[in-house]
């Protein structure tokens, strides 16, 4: 059974940083796309980032990683703003036109991300 467990959310006051990591157990990272969405609330789901298989990323303001050695995906914040506060979801899939349309094969359960003002 697949598994993705988010870690590094938490309280950052504006223009401050964080590092998102995703953790994968069941599959390997290196041979899926794995991407990032967000929710924040009273909003719908929103596509962050993502990396396909080969290492090509989408991505607007943020990074997006992959350590194959770890079996991990990041997600790199700078600058971030009051409105990026929101539960940040990784997600697996087949590949990266997939999850941007919001189609995925596994989700973790999020990592809330709080910004202060």
């Known amino acids: 059974q697949a598994q993705l467990v988010e870690s590094g959310g938490g309280l950052v006051q504006a223009g401050g940083s964080l590092r998102l990591a995703c953790a994968a157990s069941?599959?390997?990272?290196?041979?899926?796309?794995m991407g990032w969405f967000r929710q924040a609330p009273g909003k719908e789901r929103e596509f962050v980032a993502a990396?396909?298989s080969g290492g090509d990323s989408v991505a607007s303001r943020f990074l997006i990683s992959r350590d194959n050695a770890k079996n991990t995906v990041f997600l790199y914040m700078n600058n971030l703003k009051p409105d990026d506060t929101a539960v940040y979801f990784c997600?697996?899939?087949?590949?990266?036109?997939?999850?941007?349309?919001?189609?995925?094969?596994?989700w973790g359960q999020g990592t809330q991300v709080t910004v202060s003002s």
């Open positions: 997600a697996a899939g087949r590949s990266v036109a997939e999850l941007m349309a919001g189609t995925s094969e596994y």
């Open positions: 069941g599959i390997t990272v290196g041979m899926k796309a």
């Open positions: 990396i396909s």
